[in-house]
Antibody
Framework: EVQLLESGGGLVQPGGSLRLSCAAS????????MSWVRQAPGKGLEWVSA????????FYADSVKGRFTISRDNSKNTLYLQMNSLRAEDTALYYC???????????????????WGQGTLVTVSS | DMQMTQSPSSLSASVGDRVTITCRAS??????LNWYQQKPGKAPKLLIY???SLQSGVPSRFSGSGSGTDFTLTISTLQPEDFATYYC?????????FGGGTKVEIK
């Protein structure tokens, strides 16, 4: 069974930094795009960042661009999110998720998150 | 960036009801639309991908339809375990925006 296990969350002061990790197992990690999604307390889901299977392509939400860096180590089956210049509005449960792709007759017809971790809580407060 | 608008934001329904949730994209996303279910304290669960494809293991009472800008998630006969919050998500282009969610509550 595919497993994604996040870690690294905690309490940090505004302006501080944290690095989240997501350890993946039971699938070929290097074959998949991976993403981070967050959820502020009592709020909806917010897509944060994604990284291609080899690590050479990255995408960010405008709300975190320039402050967060996504990376991966395929030799360790681990996804990372380096978060700098943290703000109160970054307080959330951070999920990692596996991206899969739907193909129809050789054409991509969808991308979706088929597996999610249980999340790690980041609290930004003084 | 793409905006995803879900409606209603909440609804009350009874077991056995037919429930429909809509999602509208601010521009065409073809069929790059997913639906997730989230229960309190749990990670989201994929229900429907590519607008109408049922994820493996998801009951057939869930169905999705639409293309372009307008999409629908239908629960044909609401079951007790279906009371949850539902989110749409576009995956046509990054950022892969989520809708605001629809909370389905017990009437």
């Amino acid at each position: 069974e595919v497993q994604l296990l996040e870690s690294g969350g905690g309490l940090v002061q505004p302006g501080g930094s944290l690095r989240l990790s997501c350890a993946a197992s039971e699938f070929t990690f290097s074959g998949y795009t991976m993403s981070w999604v967050r959820q502020a307390p009592g709020k909806g889901l917010e897509w944060v960042s994604a990284i291609g299977s080899s690590g050479d392509t990255t995408f960010y939400a405008d709300s975190v661009k320039g402050r967060f860096t996504i990376s991966r180590d395929n030799s360790k089956n681990t996804l990372y999110l380096q978060m700098n210049s943290l703000r109160a509005e970054d307080t959330a449960l951070y999920y990692c998720a596996r991206d899969d792709v739907a193909m129809l007759r050789g054409v991509r017809v969808g991308y979706y998150f088929d597996y999610w971790g249980q999340g790690t809580l980041v609290t930004v407060s003084s | 960036d793409m905006q995803m608008t879900q409606s209603p934001s909440s609804l009350s329904a009874s077991v056995g009801d037919r429930v429909t949730i809509t999602c509208r994209a601010s521009q065409s996303i073809s069929s790059f639309l997913n639906w997730y279910q989230q229960k309190p304290g749990k990670a989201p669960k994929l229900l429907i991908y590519a607008a109408s494809s049922l994820q493996s293991g998801v009951p057939s009472r869930f169905s999705g339809s639409g293309s372009g800008t307008d999409f629908t998630l239908t629960i044909s006969t609401l079951q007790p375990e279906d009371f949850a919050t539902y989110y749409c998500q576009q995956s046509n282009s990054p950022p892969h925006t989520f809708g605001g969610g629809t909370k389905v509550e017990i009437k």
